[in-house]
């Protein structure tokens, strides 16, 4: 059982696409998920409620952010894995999920900007690490809405290596990912012999070995 939390402190960086398709991976592995949209917004909540997919069955509402520590908790005694998919401007509800998780997912987009807030959330990170007096929540980066072509994209991974923490498989800017979440399809189901599948298999298992340890 693990509780693995997705967080950025900016908009617009994928969060939401990868706390679901990663949650889908892991059904597809065979386990039971949980996934908790703590987002006002709830974009991942909408996202489900567009199809019959696998985010339909396992997507659930967040309505109080001041108790997600302890509802990540509760949803962790009944299924093998808990994703939080968390708000970009709401740091609190952040380091909830910071206290609350085996694992900080924090995708960083190509961007200046996206760089400069991935190091907010990384502090709320360590912070609840601090409180914890623990080595969780582990900690690792995610290059998001990556492509390949551009510069920025290219110096990406070794600018996320420069903040000292790991880095795990990217994820592109893809069409594939859009046009599955028009569908209320994750990308495993809508386009699975996809190159973006393919991405989202790669960022699973590197998941999985992480929380192993």
Excluded at 6 to 29: C, D, H, P, Q, Y
Excluded at 82 to 111: F, R, W
Excluded at 167 to 183: K, M
Aim: aromatic share 2%; net charge positive; charged share 25%.
């Amino acid at each position: 059982m693990a509780i693995i939390a997705v967080a950025g402190r900016k908009g617009g960086i994928g969060k939401s696409t990868i706390a679901g398709n990663l949650a889908a991976e892991f059904v597809r592995k065979g386990r039971s998920v949980i996934a908790l949209d703590a987002d006002p917004q709830h974009s991942l909540a909408t996202w489900a409620e567009q199809g019959e997919g696998i985010l339909s069955r396992c997507v659930e509402r967040v309505t109080d952010t001041g108790k997600l520590r302890a509802g990540a908790h509760a949803a962790e005694k009944h299924v093998d894995l808990v994703v939080i998919d968390t708000p970009p401007g709401m740091p609190e509800t952040t380091y909830q999920a910071a206290l609350a998780a085996d694992l900080m997912l924090l995708p960083c987009g190509p961007s200046p900007l996206d760089l400069f807030a991935l190091k907010e959330a990384l502090s709320l990170s360590l912070k609840a690490r601090a409180e914890r007096r623990s080595k969780k929540p582990r900690i690792r980066l995610v290059p998001s809405k990556v492509l390949m072509n551009s510069n920025l994209s290219r110096g990406l991974a070794s600018s996320l290596q420069g903040m000292g923490k790991k880095v795990l498989p990217a994820i592109g800017q893809r069409v594939a990912v859009a046009e599955a979440v028009a569908s209320g399809l994750t990308v495993s189901e809508y386009a699975p012999n996809s190159p973006a599948h393919e991405e989202f298999r790669a960022l699973a298992k590197a998941v999985e070995k992480v929380l192993k340890r």
